[in-house]
Structure formats: structure tokens, C-alpha cells
């Protein structure tokens, strides 16, 4: 068991390391401004994808098309930072919220020569329609002035498009009527074919592992609790793989559209939120039970009981209320972290051992997790492949904090037995 301790010590340490590091080796340097970027001398079809992230020309109040931009009344451009959210920018003596719609607008210069292209276009808050070279390329539920007729969709696109002649121009329309937020808050890449799709591939296969990972655990941990009924650690810990398993199935790429593609948004933007919070619920209750057994804890309760509000009001309200609860969770959450990492500080120093597993995996669970809320709140790129093998390393070092029980009840029970042989054995030869 020692030598098991170590080597889990080692290995999440590592984890930890490639993590940060690979997570700040995924930010690029803008490239885009004043809404043009120069690619002449780059030849796209030997590249790897381009991040198009920049300047882009930012038309608000506006929905736009190809046509209006070849007609003598040019509209006067802002410019707005792509990957950003429009909420809080100031125009004139006015700050937007994130209620709204707008226009943006890139124009790419190019070599000559044809290029088959592909873009990566991920979801946006909540709509869109992607025009290049006057051809509507993409959309995402229905674009409108109007809340009442605007419908939101989350389902990120590649698509591919013949580049003629020396310009790429990009038009996007967004509204925004169903979430706090609004805006173009992740990156669109620009590449060829086939590395766009390698690309887009690879994040969709570790997204899918990272689902499969976690429900086959959960399963397996709530099976053995119904099998062995008390074993109340075990249930908590299978919910929580079975809940971020959910979470990552409904969250940053959304796989869940690609099975189901007509499944309602308002329905899984819930589930997305549930998710969340349900995971941190049980998450407390599992470290709860393995390293305070039965004490009871005001604070303990106390954060049941917000978690509890919280999810409520999910339930109850629309989505435009309770997304906005989300900035004062992630206050919530680091107070959930910081009574985490007391319960098992406290662990360590009354030697349990167990707690070194998951004091691993809360170090390495905490950076990803502010990685990904980091990128929430100020809209940075984030990467996708080492964020989901991140949590499945979390999940398995947590795994092993139950597997350290097991194996401990098992040895107490060969004690007890050797014990019991023994005083029996005393027995016969005394008669």
C-alpha cells in the first residue's frame, strides 16, 4: 500500500506538471486587427489551423448581410475583441448587458490560388449565422431583433469552403435573448480540411473518453453500494463521476448535440448547470464521509443547504435568471475548496494516509477547475484534450481513496479471522 501511495504521489504530481504547462502553452498571440488579417505569406494548405481570434469589426444594434457591405453607405465599424463576451463594453456613455444583437465582420487577405478550406465555428451566446464570401455558411438556431422570435442553439460546426481569389470575408450575426451572457466567447480556426477535422477530432474522442470513464465508474461505485448497502462513501463517489460524466457530455464542446441534435437548449443548458452544482454537492459529501466519518459539522450543513438553494432555483427559474447565478457560485466554490482542503489537511496529520490521494487530486482537480473558470470569466482559449484526461486523473486518485479502504477492511477482516482461529484452536486443546 506504501509503495502504491507513492507511486500515485508521483504520477499526479506529473499530471499535475504537463497540465500547466500544456494549458499555457495553448494561448496564441493575436493576429487579427482592426477586423483584417494579412495570410500571404503563409500558405494556409501546409498550416496548422489559425486561430482567429483579434479585432474583428463589431456592428451593434445591427444584423447585417454580405449585401451592405458592397453598397455605398458603408455602416461606420467598432471593433471588439474575438473571443470576448459583449457584456460590460462601453459604447458612447452606455454599457452593454448581454442582452442584445450585433454583427461582426473579418476580411482575410490571401494568396491567389483556390484553397478548400474549413472552419471551426463552436457555439456562441446563443445564436448565429456564419456568412463567407456572400454564402451563408453556418447557423445556429434563428438570429432576430426580437426576443420573441430569436431561438438559441448550442451545436459547434466544421464546415468546408472553396476560397477564390485574394479575400476571405466573414460575416457573423448574433442575438442574444436567453442567456446572461452574450457574444462570441470562444475562437473560430481557420484551416485546411483535414487538420481541422483532425483537430476537432481528437478534442471530441478525449471528450468522449472522459464521458465514458466516468459513467462506467460511476456505475460500478453505485452498483457496489446497492450490493453493499451502507457503504455510503461509495454512492457518493459514484454520483459524482455519474454527474461530471453528465457535465461533460452537456458542456464545452457539447457532445450531447451530436447524438441528439434536436434535443431543447433550455433543457440542456439546465442540465449543464445541475450538473455543476450536484458535482460539488457530492463531492463534499464524499470527502465529508471518508475523512469525517460521522461528525457533524455546521459548516458542513451549511453549505448543503446553499447548494440546495442554488439548484432549486435552476429548476425554477428561465435561463436568462439563473445563469446569472453562476458568477457568485464560483465564490461558493472556492469556499466548498476551502473547507475541502481543511478536511483533508486534517486527514494527513492524523495519519490517513488515504487523504494523500486525495490531496493529489483536489491540487490537480482545483488547477483545472480554475483553468476552466478562469477561461469562463475573461474568455481565454482553453485546451480541451488535457483538461478531460486532467479530470479523469483526478477521478481515478480519488477512486484510489476508496480502494486504500477496501483493502483496509479486508485486512482487518483476516485479522479478526486469524484471531478468531486461534482462540478456537485454544479451545480444543484445553478440552
Known sequence: MAELLNASKITAFLTFLLIVTLGFQAMSKTTIKHGSMDLTQIDISNAEPIVLDGEWEFYWKQILFPSDFTSKKHPSAQYIKVPAVWNGLKLGNSELTGEGYATYRLVITKDEKPDLLSLDIPNVYTNYALWVNGVM???????????????PAWRPHVKIFEAQGKTIEIILQVSNFHHNRGGVHKSIKLGTPDNISRQHEFIVVSNVLLVGGLLILGAFFIGFFLIRKGLWATLYFGLLCLFWGIRALFSNIYLITSFFDSISWELAIRVEYLSLYLSMLVGMLFISQVFLDKKKSIYKYTLIMINYCIIALTVILPPVFFTQLLTTYQFFIAVNFLFVIIVIVRAIFKKQHEAWFSAMGIIIG??????????????????????????????????LVLAYHFVGAYKQINVLEEERNRSLEGRLRGI
Open 366 to 399: 482545483m488547477t483545472l477547475f480554475a483553468y476552466e473558470l478562469t477561461a469562463y470569466a475573461v474568455v481565454v482559449k482553453i485546451n480541451f484534450i488535457f483538461l478531460n484526461f486532467g479530470y479523469l486523473a483526478v477521478f481515478f486518485l480519488n477512486s
Open 137 to 151: 455558411l453556418a447557423s445556429n438556431g434563428v438570429v432576430s431583433k426580437e426576443g420573441s422570435q430569436a431561438k
